[in-house]
């Protein structure tokens, strides 16, 4: 019967309505992972800057160890073998969560670094000068500044995380590339299905790259650096 339907009919009928149930799965990943490896990835590049050996080491572990490998081979082992490690029950949501925000961060955190080390050092040798401890200079001068320096390669960070979320489908995650994979299977007209899945997905970034462009117009007007 689905194979008598014309395109906008298979589409509105079949298609769209489950797509949306897998983007919104897709944005909650992006969202949260997102948040949570903005905050990690600014915890971890600070300790990269640390001038504590075993911070920065530990670190420049952390960014080395998730960088350079797959992230697949993250998801796999987050979800498969960490549980049998710590002798817990993992979901596939929250093993995505993980392995996305451990991900992000390591990338995050090179971002945030590139973005303190390009504030002058002068600023913070007048900090110095004015009484300020090291961390009021950062906390107070150097990042605050940063924020609006970063806001383009975090964008393209989180255009990537929207995109690598697909990954998640291999742990049987109902986002939208697991949505469409079934639903492609299912009516074999892969025409209809990848078409919307595809702009699912451009949906979600041009909505990101918005939002960023929001907030840059917002510091700007408020005299941001």
């Known amino acids: 019967m689905e194979d008598s339907l014309s395109f906008w009919a298979f589409s509105h009928t079949i298609v769209i309505p489950r797509l949306l149930e897998g983007m919104a799965i897709t944005l909650k990943l992006t969202i949260i992972s997102g ?38 081979l993250q998801i796999l082992f987050i979800y498969f073998a960490v549980p049998t490690l710590i002798n817990v029950n993992l979901d596939s949501f929250p093993a995505g969560i993980l392995a996305l925000s451990l991900n992000c961060a390591a990338y995050l955190a090179e971002i945030f670094r590139a973005g303190i080390l390009s504030i002058p050092k002068g600023q913070t040798e007048a900090a110095k000068a004015l009484g300020l401890s090291h961390h009021q200079t950062m906390f107070k001068i150097v990042i605050p500044q940063t924020y609006r320096r970063i806001i383009p390669p975090v964008v393209n960070e989180f255009s990537a995380l929207t995109k690598d979320s697909s990954l998640v489908s291999v742990i049987s995650l109902g986002e939208l ?14 025409w209809e299905v990848y078409f919307w899945a595809g702009l699912g997905y451009l949906i979600i970034v041009l909505l990101l790259s918005y939002v960023a462009g929001r907030i840059e117009r917002s510091l700007e007007l408020k005299g941001g650096v």
């Open 177 to 190: 590339l697991y949505v469409t994979q079934r639903i492609g299977a299912k009516y074999l007209r892969p």
């Open 35 to 72: 948040v949570i490896g903005f905050a990690l990835g600014m915890i971890i590049a600070l300790m990269r800057l640390s001038k504590y050996k075993i911070f920065s080491w530990f670190a420049l572990s952390y960014i080395s160890l998730f960088r350079g490998t797959p992230l697949l």
